[in-house]
């Protein structure tokens, strides 16, 4: 093993030779394994040990073997306790998702602190066949079935391609020493029914059952790639970058692609999207539909999707100024006030309005239903519901935009009309210039 496992480091990761690495090490045969073959082929390294406090004087056993190892072999160690058992019942976890989530936080926070390039830990081809049991029996996408990537941002599995059998093997020949984790016995779990009772199975039927099984996943992998591709041109074709800042999908440009809901699955699953029954329907609802994940939204808005950053949403707090003040900062800009002889550039973020006739401080605010102005130009008025709809604004578009108001009166739209009633006219003595910059 020890050749082909140099083999494959020289071919796949060259790199390990010239990082700082830290290998998570349980003190289990997996882990004490790759410690010595890295150790054999003089990659340096720190080793992290995690005591989760779940089986007594066998985890501090644990946790006083991998420190003697440390220190035979000469490298630093961290090590950490955790409190696993309360840690779940606050995060209303299974102690194994709980346990998953303290270590990884852990590695990550070493690494950063620290200076890690990269955290290696023991995973092989039979937990990569458990993981695509685990994953198949609970219902998964492709990529759930490509199982335990080799390489997952900082982290790297080396021995993926070597089998429990194999790992075993080079341990009882080069005589090492490990722990053995009673709870792995326990069939109450379900990777270890898997490991203990299923997979077993399994290789008496076929005994090329985890070779076929590597074969596949790289099969797996490809097709996975080549999805990957395809979605990346969907994107390209299909994702806009609206007025309002948002992506835009036009429905019927999806709908021409083929497949529209697949599509959607495809494009959206990177937002924590979950309800995919509702963004199904999403594509013949009425305008106004809305599905939220913990990060974006997604609207129906006539032909369109609108898919938005929750975190970029804008508030709906509401801002004053007084006659003496000249700047007022809101969430689309800044708005200068400032009194004029004349009129010079007439824009849509520019209007001029008749100054007496303003009541302070004047606020600024989000529009609301039933509020209505006399649009410049006109006598009558309109109601902004209205306005909003011939102007054919988004949902989004309305969601974002802002009124000034003079008392309970809208003196402009900000960016779009300004109110009749305060236009200037020849009795006007104070013109006041307003920008929206």
């Not at 040990?49 to 006083?64: A, P, T, V, W, Y």
């Not at 520019?350 to 600024?364: F, G, H």
Request: glycine share 4%; proline share 3%; net charge positive.
């Amino acid at each position: 093993m020890l050749h082909k496992f140099k083999d494959h480091i020289i071919t796949n990761f060259p790199f390990l030779s010239r990082s700082k690495l830290l290998i998570a090490c349980s003190g289990g045969l997996d882990s004490i394994a790759l410690v010595r073959l890295l150790h054999i082929l003089e990659i340096d390294f720190s080793i992290a040990h995690c005591n989760f406090k779940l089986r007594g004087k066998e985890s501090d056993g644990d946790e006083r073997f991998i420190i003697k190892l440390a220190e035979k072999l000469q490298f630093p160690v961290f090590r950490i306790d955790f409190d696993t058992k309360k840690y779940a019942t606050e995060h209303k976890l299974s102690i194994q998702m709980a346990a998953r989530e303290l270590r990884y936080d852990w590695f990550k926070k070493l690494a950063t602190e620290h200076g890690f390039d990269y955290i290696l830990t023991a995973h092989h081809a039979d937990d990569n066949l458990e993981t695509f049991l685990i994953n198949l029996s609970r219902g998964t996408g492709i990529e759930g079935l490509t199982a335990i990537p080799e390489i997952n941002e900082i982290f790297i599995r080396p021995l993926l391609p070597f089998s429990r059998t194999e790992i075993l093997k080079f341990a009882k020949d080069n005589k090492l020493d490990w722990r053995e984790d009673s709870s792995n016995s326990s069939i109450k779990y379900l990777r270890n029914n898997l490991r203990h009772e299923v997979i077993p199975n399994l290789k008496s039927v076929n005994p090329q059952l985890l070779s076929n099984f590597n074969t596949t996943i790289e099969y797996l992998k490809q097709s996975n790639e080549f999805i990957k591709g395809q979605i990346f041109y969907l994107k390209k074709e299909l994702f806009e970058i609206s007025d309002a800042g948002c992506i835009k999908i036009s429905i019927g440009k999806l709908c021409e692609f083929g497949n529209p809901k697949t599509s959607l699955y495809f494009l959206l699953k990177d937002y924590g999207f979950k309800a995919w029954m509702d963004i199904e329907q999403m594509i013949t609802a009425q305008s106004g539909k809305q599905v939220f994940s913990e990060s974006h939204r997604l609207i129906k808005d006539r032909d369109y999707l609108l898919l938005i950053n929750i975190s970029e949403e804008i508030s709906n707090r509401k801002y004053s100024i007084s006659e003496e003040e000249s700047m007022l900062m809101i969430p689309s800009g800044t708005l200068k006030f400032k009194t004029v002889e004349e009129i010079l550039d007439i824009n849509l973020n520019t209007v001029y309005v008749d100054k007496e006739k303003l009541k302070y401080p004047l606020t600024v605010r989000k529009w609301q239903e039933g509020d209505y102005f006399y649009p410049l130009g006109m006598k009558g008025k309109k109601k902004l519901s209205k306005y909003f709809k011939d102007e054919k604004l988004s949902i989004l578009a309305k969601e974002r935009t802002w009124l000034l108001c003079s008392g309970k009166e809208i003196v402009w739209i900000i960016n779009y009309r300004a109110d009749n009633r305060y236009k200037i006219s020849p009795q006007t003595k104070q013109t006041l210039k307003i920008t929206l910059i």
